[in-house]
C-alpha cells in the first residue's frame, strides 16, 4: 500500500499524546484497512495530522458506544469529516513516517 504521507505533525515524537479532540459531523466508511470508520456524533482523539497533501488526513481512535467493549484503534480518516472541539497540545513536531504507519493486516 502507498504511503499517505512522508511526514507527520505531533505532539511528541512517538505521536502519543492526542493534539485535539473532534466530534464527527458524518460518517465515514473506509476505503481500505489503514482508515477507520465513524459514524457522525462520535468523539476522535487525534493524534497526528498527515502533513502532505494539505493535511487532507489525520490519524485517530474513535471512543463511543460503537467499539463497546472493544479496544480503539489507531487508523486514518479525513479532516474533513470531523470539527475540532478541544485544543490539547500544539501538534509542533514533525516526524517521519514509515511503513508501519500505513500497514495493516
Known sequence: MPK???KKLCADSECSYPILIARAL???Y???CRFIPIWKGQIV???A???DQGNLFWVGSVQGSYYSDQ???L???PS???QETHALTPATVEVDTDKWDFYCD
Do not use: I, T, W
Request: hydrophobic fraction near 40%.
Open 4 to 6: 499517505l504521507s512522508n
Open 30 to 32: 473506509p476505503q481500505d
Open 45 to 47: 482523539y487525534v493524534y
Open 80 to 82: 474533513s469529516v470531523v
Open 26 to 28: 458524518e460518517d465515514f
Open 49 to 51: 495530522m498527515l502533513k
Open 75 to 77: 487508523g486514518h480518516f
Open 71 to 73: 479496544e480503539a484503534r
